[in-house]
């Protein structure tokens, strides 16, 4: 049988973890399902920086390196590695030096001396004993004297130094270095210098990949899981773009209060789908609404292709135990506990039994079409007018999207909102099975929320918001009525969350019929159809998308 | 050991060490031996199993033993379990594993108990663990000489400190079988590494990962229970016997990484027996074992990878030298050899069983309920309701136990005096909380004996009785969580919680209530009387749940007044309130104004409780707005009458003719005013919220419900009040029904989980 390459080309910066990249899963999920094919092989190019991480965590997922083809620009810049090995060296824990060391075994040292000095003082019976240690310990005193002047002297020095030290970062860093110093490298609204130095770092890089690539003269098409790599469309072969969602363009003001960084990825972006052939898009509204209606891409131009369904229990289901399910519940725990302990708020925080505390999670970062602040809205009347018992976990980093935190603080939910961000794929997935409701409220996706597959394959069900790309999934009006909630009516989010409370069995059970049709979609189902839209491209090469 | 040797309970469940130490307790001449018949469902327990054998050995009673049987032994398994183990039983064995379990064995068991010591990671101490679980030494300082530490190899007591090492007993640990087999073939060149969980536990992890990183060019293969199998091809996770015993005959080699001093695991010695090569890290535990000069031995990895090199090249030479060599590894683990050594450790333990000083005659336990805060009014009666239900419990327990009550000492006494209506047998005592930094309190820990514990906060609070500050108590309960620091824990104590307000608050300052969270975390037990609050302290409290029990709301004695009669018609509803914000006064005087302006309300409304004659005078920002809308109104200022907080007597008979009692408040613990109410033949108009529900489920109050959050439609609930008064009160339950919920009826509900404490 002949074998047909494909390639997948991945463009992730250097300090990218592909294990935290929702994109990242994706992917992982993909290849998985691309090694059982035996009349395809994949060829994934990225940059050299990529390498390493991405195959270990295709090792780690079980993902045999014998099963696609690795090609890689070959070396990092030099720039790089000095900015990751400083990095590197920020980010480790200080140690404790030699001097300090020395410094506490000589005090221990001399504290032994003197306790045993002080009792044979007290306990001999002799005066000339008594006289000779006194003699002893006043020579040994003196000796010490010039040591110790000097060890002061030192002090003295040291806390001047630091004061004139924090003097002068005090005048650079509120006069002179805004007014002076950054003017000259940075326009208001622009990306500050390392952002754009970075910026021109990867943009060279992508430069050697792309030569990398279009040598590649056995790969018959290639296919970018993301847009956000201008690149790709620079690539001779067939080309196949995946658009999973251009969220700015819905939520200008919220995306706009953010990094100021987005503003060029978001011309990236444009430019990109701009530029491109064929796409490929998770849901037929982000084809309809987003590709076809904003950016006038050909119908015909752009195929969708649903994700397969999650599944969470391999990260954390015990076997081998008399009673697997509570080996399983207590491995949970224990789980989140640690994310607990990990993420550390405060002393409340840390010190959580895990297994006392019931709570409904919403699993998302925060950005602005995630309608965190309704769910907080709703969460509060349920705790305070409806006395819900349970707690709200949530995954975003508040640091990172202001409004969330100071809604928490303002309305004194610190106790009972939780914000566990960073959570590992086993910890989330503990996180989803110990759950007694899992929420998402989100106003917009490029396809159906994860949420939805990734906790009722942990048996928790689910309440979500009425939107197009959760509708195209869940087409029984029924169910529809039963977990869907309007995201623009706290009260209406507050209404579906409390009746799911309180019909937890029968919600699941509805929704397990739902799982087990949506479990029929598996991830070689996605390859399948990604393969055929390569293949389409191969046999008659669309140039619907314009090209520019 | 002439005499008839004492029953053992051996309350472990690791198969292998099963097998060699009953077997070994039997050759002793230790025929009756209980083993458990559960353990926790956690990963770390995979090599445990249960198992019935001995049971039929056993000459107790079939009842005793089937209550033995039902036990958790890894948890608390409760007083009444330990007195039946008692009866029977001198020795035990254990393994700490919770917290509960000790202080419940310390508390219960009177014999003499075995802390099995298998040795620990390098840096960690049996001592650490025993103070982490055990509160410092608080409660293994109950088991005086009676806890000995089981040394199952002889060195590992030396890294304990002296109050730990004084109580060594060396048994060592053994291999029930020792003999090597001869049928090992090695025809698979491949290497067998055996690490459990390498997917869950981050020890092993760690172990598997360094492996990796020096032997993963090396065919191999990863023995060893996989509660979760990684995404790895080398790791075979569960292999059924047949393909276990073919393992153990056909790989080539096996490796053992532990360098630990101070543990070992069984693989090695499994190895050793199957006749397999075995190459191990030295430096470990196996040099004790004679592992030191042995062919097999490494002193790096770059050595072990060159001996696995050989072996996988089917170095014949080097293979023969290992095999023939390395028996020698099993020497230190035949029974014939640890025999003696058991012997002798087992006859130090039963000497010390026969030389325990004889029990003193035990005085009667006393128990202090204590308000940490002047409280007047339902927590306060409700102390003293808690107080009179342990008096009662331990009677129909027939474990008479003293109890006293202890309220902060005041100046000014209010309408009643605090201990009014408490029976005579429970003395009383004045308090005043001192405050002991944390040099002073570890002292005091030290004076009573807890010699290892140490302080972890800046500031302690202990309670001053002007005597002996409450040490002669055996059992503190706090009533409220109300302490502004940790407890001295110089004695076990209780909190009896009533509600977590705080949460519901939004104006609720940031950790302002950690002090009183922190406390109940720390409380042996914590008590709540209803399912709300019981939610809350789970969600918001973190209480673990072993630690949280539900009790039944105790009610007050039936009042003494004679109810109104009624013929002269209705003259006021009784609205019970003080000036705390969850009261809802603002939504409670807006709805007034509208039952009289709107509605034409005829009842008067008069105000009763602590602080209420300034419920129009108060300066606190949430009554303030009351003056200005009472003040608008002139029917509203005529109506509604404070009248203060009202001594008991005249209380009653302002509810005894009253139309209806209001309860308006938000959100709390619920209250018994409503029940006083239907005990005088009363109904009640109230809030809907989770405990009144409760409350009116519990007791079938037939409450008429109102909406706390909507004042109008507390006017209109009102004003159906006014007209419905006959028939509500013709659905108010029966005095009889009542009295099933008395304070006798359910003490022994309170009794129950105290005396665990005890």
Known sequence: MSVRHFGICLAYGPTADLRKEGLGRLLIAFLKAAVTRDDVRFVIACPEWSRDGFLTLCESEGIPSSGFDLVSTGGVPVGLRIALAWRARKQHAPKESRFFSLAAWLRSRAEDSRARLERRLMATHSVVAWIALVLTAAAIGLAFVPLLGLLMICRALYSRLRRWGRSISRILRLNLAPGLLLSLFVRPGEESPVVRLYRMMEDAEGERLLKKINSLRHVQAWYCPTAFWPVFNRITAPRLMCVPDVLPSEFPIGFAGLEPELAKSFEILEHSIRGGERFVTYSARMKWDTLVGRYLIPPAAVEVV??????????????????????????????????????????????????????????????????????????????????????????????????????????????????????????????????????????????????????????????????????????????????????????????????????????????????????????????????????????????????? | MTEPLPRVMWLLSHSTAREFEIAMLKKLGFAEVFLPKSFPMEAGFRSASVDYSEDARLSIPPDDLAILNAADWYSDPGRDVWQIANKHFQVLFFIVQSSSFLSSMARHFQGVAILRAYGLSQDMSYDRILLHYGQGTRMLDGLGRRLWMGTAYEHIASIEPPWLRRREVYLPAGLDDCRVRGDWTGHDPTLLFVCPEVATNPYYMQIYRKFKTWFADFPYVVGGAQPLMPNDPHVLGFVPADAYRRNMREFRVMFYHSTEPNHVHYHPFEAVRAGMPLIFMGGGILDRFGGDGLPGRCSSYEEARHKVRRILDNDRKLINEIRFSQPRLLNGLHPETLQPLWRQGMEQVVDSLRSLPPSTLSRKPRIAVILPVPYRGGTLRSAKLLAQALLAGSRQFDEKADVVFAYPHVPEEGADKWDEGLPPEIPRRSLTWLALEAAAARRAMKFAGHSAWGPTAERYLAMDDGMQQFCDCDLWIIVSDRLSAPLLPIRPYILLIFDYLQRYDAAFPENADYAFLAAARAAARVLVTTRFTEGDALAYGGIARERLFRVPMLIPERPTVECAHREAGDSHFLWTTNLAAHKNHLNAVRALREYYEVLDGRLECRVTGADTKDLLKSELPHIQPLRALVSESKVLAKKLRPLGELPEMLYQRQLATASFLWHPAQVDNGTLSVVEAAQLGVPSLSSRYPAMEEMNERFGLHLAWMEAGDPSQMARQLKWMEEHGPSVRSRLPGTNALAAHSVEEVASEYWKVVRECL
């Open chain 1, 306 to 548: 649903p994700h397969a369904c999650w599944d969470l229990r391999g990260s954390i289901t015990l076997r081998g135990l008399p009673d697997n399910e509570r080996v399983t519940t207590h491995y949970c725990q224990q789980l989140l506990e640690g994310a607990f302990r990990r993420a550390g708020f405060n002393d409340y925080t840390k010190a959580l039994a895990s297994g006392s505390s019931r709570f409904i999670v919403y699993a998302s970062q925060f950005r602005p079409n995630k309608n965190v602040i309704t769910l907080l809205r709703a969460y509060e009347y349920l705790l305070r007018k409806r006395f819900i018992a349970d707690k709200l976990i949530l995954t975003g980093d508040p640091a990172r999207f202001p409004a969330v935190g100071a809604f928490i603080r303002e309305r004194s939910l610190q106790n009972d909102v939780l914000c566990l961000h960073g959570l590992t794929a086993p910890e989330l997935a503990a996180c989803f099975h110990l759950a007694e409701l899992a929420v998402n409220p989100s106003l917009s996706e490029g396809g159906c929320p994860f949420t939805l597959t990734e906790a009722l394959s942990v048996g928790t069900p689910v309440v979500m918001a009425r939107i197009s790309v959760t509708e195209e999934i869940i087409t029984e009006p029924e169910l529809r009525d039963m977990m869907l909630f309007d995201p623009y009516n706290w009260r209406d989010v507050a209404a579906r969350i409390e009746w799911a409370l309180h019909h937890r069995e029968p919600l699941l059970a509805a929704q397990n019929e739902l799982y087990a049709r949506l479990r029929r979609r598996t991830w070689r189902n996605v390859v399948d159809d990604c393969v055929g839209v390569l293949e389409s491209l191969v046999e008659a090469p669309a140039r619907a998308g314009g090209g520019q």
